[in-house]
Nanobody, 124 residues
């Protein structure tokens, strides 16, 4: 429990920026693929961005490509999601996830570990 802890959510105006962070308590997560997913009320949890174990390969959902950037700091065992030019449709609870595989993955069922989420609300 509590192996992945998200922070940085909040209320932001459309067009603004927000940075989410995910702190991993297990050192082994530094060698795991990591990802961000989000879930809006009444909707399925959807993929946002993923990064491989070494940090040199990333994947983005088309809806956030060019606006969001995922990165990781292996020394600090953290993963971040820089959100720029946010839109009201980005409003959701954002979840950090980890998988013991090496490469970035988009399927939520491939992720074994999940944080409890952080709420992001974008006002128009």
């Amino acid at each position: 429990q509590g192996q992945l802890v998200e922070s940085g959510g909040g209320l932001v105006q459309a067009g603004g920026s927000l940075r989410l962070s995910c702190a991993a308590s297990r050192q082994s997560f530094s060698d795991y693929a990591m990802a961000w997913f989000r879930q809006a009320p009444g909707k399925e949890r959807e993929f946002v961005a993923a990064i491989n174990w070494s940090g040199d390969s990333t994947i983005y959902a088309d809806s956030v490509k060019g606006r969001f950037t995922i990165s990781r700091d292996k020394a600090k065992n953290t993963v971040s999601l820089q959100m720029n030019s946010v839109k009201p449709e980005d409003t959701a609870t954002y979840y950090c996830a980890a998988n013991s595989g090496a490469g970035p993955m988009t399927n939520r069922y491939q992720y074994n570990y999940w944080g409890q989420g952080t709420q992001v609300t974008v006002s128009s």
